[in-house]
């Protein structure tokens, strides 16, 4: 690979099937690649605290690789496994996963944990890179290679350098939302009305996941919800500036928790819920109907909340705590 300047952050999720060499070989790879390799293991016992740590990681990295030994590994309280909550969340925030698949090098998992892995892999495969490794010697060469085509293709955003930043964008973007907060102050002072939403707020049409029997399967469903109630959701995640695509993911991870006991209702033999996604054209209705009243504004693909947006969120807070 060529050496640059660029430097990548690698987010690595295992359960501990695969071995700690497995994992080392992985992660020396990585380095010599100019990446740095970030991430946990799932142990046996994996807590909450420990899967926020995770996304966390995921969420900062530029892409993910999975190491798959022979089990399904430990589930979480949505029924879901934690290594496939991991690939999950790494494509709802559309960053590149590469699956590397060290079965044969793993020991013999029980056969009901084996359906549940198989199940797994045959959804990754359809979804994901997958790269099989029969003997420890492949690891590097397979790895090597896959993160080449990565690079090259231009799907790795990288670390922005200090002082890349474009300060005369910033300046501007300030200066608009400093104009729309002093005419929202002006209509109030003259006792006008405020602009208003308008239109009614489109149904959230969204697809997700249901896991019953080891089997996953996708169904379809809508949310309707006010124009302040929807704000109430998207808001608190734009309180520091995003791009879109991880916007959209925590919003449709907030989406899922809302919605639970109504899937569960609609899916009552359901072992959990998982990879909520949101319809594009809904969600683009979602957030251009906000930039428009000025509450949001988004610049070089970074979504941010605006002073005016802050202010229409604490209103709507105050009128929810009376």
């Not at 016992?45 to 995770?54: I, M, N, P």
Request: aromatic share 6%; charged share 25%.
């Amino acid at each position: 690979m060529t050496v640059n300047n660029e430097r990548y952050l690698a987010c690595i999720s295992s359960n501990q099937s695969a071995g700690e060499q497995v994992r080392r070989d992985v992660a020396e790879t990585l380095a010599g690649l100019h990446i740095v390799p970030t991430g946990f293991s799932f142990p046996p016992l994996t807590d909450g605290y420990l899967w926020k740590l995770q996304q966390i990681a995921l969420d900062d990295a530029d892409f993910c690789v999975l190491i798959l030994g022979s089990d399904y590994g430990p589930v979480s309280e949505t029924g879901v496994g934690y290594l496939h909550r991991a690939a999950a969340h790494a494509m709802a925030t559309e960053k590149p996963v590469l699956v590397l698949v060290c079965e044969a090098l793993s020991e013999s998992p029980s056969k009901v944990d084996h359906l549940r892995y198989m199940n797994m892999l045959h959804d990754l495969r359809k979804q994901a890179r997958v790269i099989d490794a029969v003997h420890p010697t492949d690891i590097r060469d397979l790895l090597e290679k896959a993160v080449e085509e990565l690079v090259e293709g231009g799907r790795l955003r990288g670390w922005q350098r200090v002082g890349e930043g474009s300060t005369h964008t910033e300046v501007k973007v300030l200066q608009q939302q400093i104009g729309e907060l002093r005419e929202y102050l002006d209509q109030v002072r003259r006792g006008d009305q405020p602009k208003g939403h308008g239109n009614r707020p489109p149904a959230v049409d969204y697809r997700v996941k249901v896991f019953r029997d080891g089997n996953m399967t996708t169904h379809e469903h809508a949310l309707k919800i006010g124009w302040d109630g929807l704000f109430e959701l998207v808001a608190p995640l734009l309180t520091v500036p995003k791009r879109e695509a991880e916007w959209k993911a925590e919003v449709e991870e907030r989406l899922l928790a809302r919605v639970q006991p109504d899937l569960r209702k609609s899916h009552p033999k359901a072992h959990g819920f998982v990879a909520l996604r949101v319809d594009g054209v809904v969600f683009d209705q979602i957030k251009q109907h906000y930039r428009r009243l000025g509450w949001v504004t988004q610049v070089d693909g970074i979504w941010q909340l605006t002073a005016l947006g802050e202010h229409n969120w604490a209103r709507l807070e105050n009128q929810s705590s009376i």
